[in-house]
């Protein structure tokens, strides 16, 4: 079935870094690709998606682009804020899903003023 | 839009009792979802409604689990003769059917501890 594999935490960062979270994914076919934020005692947000290869989803200074040759979908931000500091996920279908969602363990990410 | 509310958001209880969860969703959200996460890992699905019909469970969901969506609108969640092992962070979801459904909006969530 689908997967996703995802990078460990704690990442932790100055103010202004460049952060990356690495995501790789299994898949049957070529199915939407997530990220999701969930903020310190909030709910998990959608943060940006992208719907087939080569797409490149963005939202609040994060981009992902959709690489089916790496079969990844790498979470960037080039200059993080001490806002920034959440739980990020990376998330697919579920193989015949209608709407179920695999995540990723999750990567906790710190930035520090 | 005053986003998903789940009620209570802590819920502390002894094995063998039975909990039970609400779920309110966004309104014009006809698909619901019930995940549940444990400390370090992402949420995992239990099982969802579109409307008042439940369409799937998971097998994480044994026969102690007990989910309604009584005229497609609120949700709970039952679990019955709690175990230790039941101890999570339950998570509600709505999403809006058919073409929007993977944007899940979730609830704060409600973290069960069984003692």
């Known amino acids: 079935g689908n997967s996703v594999t995802q990078m460990e935490g704690p990442v932790t960062l100055s103010e202004e870094a460049f952060l990356t979270i690495n995501c790789t994914y299994t898949a049957t076919g070529y199915p939407s690709l997530f990220w999701y934020v969930q903020y310190p005692g909030e709910g998990l947000q959608l943060l940006l998606k992208a719907t087939k290869a080569d797409d490149k989803g963005s939202n609040k200074g994060f981009e992902a682009t959709y690489r089916k040759e790496t079969t990844s979908f790498h979470l960037e931000k080039g200059s993080v804020q001490v806002s920034d500091s959440a739980v990020y996920f990376c998330?697919?279908?579920?193989?015949?899903?209608?709407?179920?969602?695999?995540f990723g363990a999750g990567t906790q990410v710190v930035v520090t003023p | 839009d005053t986003g998903v509310s789940q009620d209570p958001r802590h819920k502390i209880t002894k094995r063998g009792q039975n909990v039970t969860f609400r779920c309110d969703p966004i309104s014009e959200h006809n698909r619901l979802y019930w995940y549940r996460q444990t400390l370090g890992q992402g949420p995992e699905f239990l099982t969802y409604f579109q409307n008042e019909a439940q369409l799937e469970k998971s097998r994480l969901l044994s026969d102690r689990f007990s989910a309604e969506r009584p005229k497609g609108s609120f949700s709970t969640l039952e679990i019955q003769r709690t175990e230790q092992g039941d101890s999570a962070m339950y998570l509600c979801?709505?999403?809006?059917?058919?073409?929007?459904?993977?944007?899940?909006?979730f609830g704060p969530g409600t973290r069960l501890t069984v003692t």
């Open positions: 979801a709505s999403a809006r059917d058919p073409e929007r459904f993977y944007e899940q909006y």
């Open positions: 998330a697919l279908p579920l193989t015949d899903s209608w709407g179920k969602l695999q």
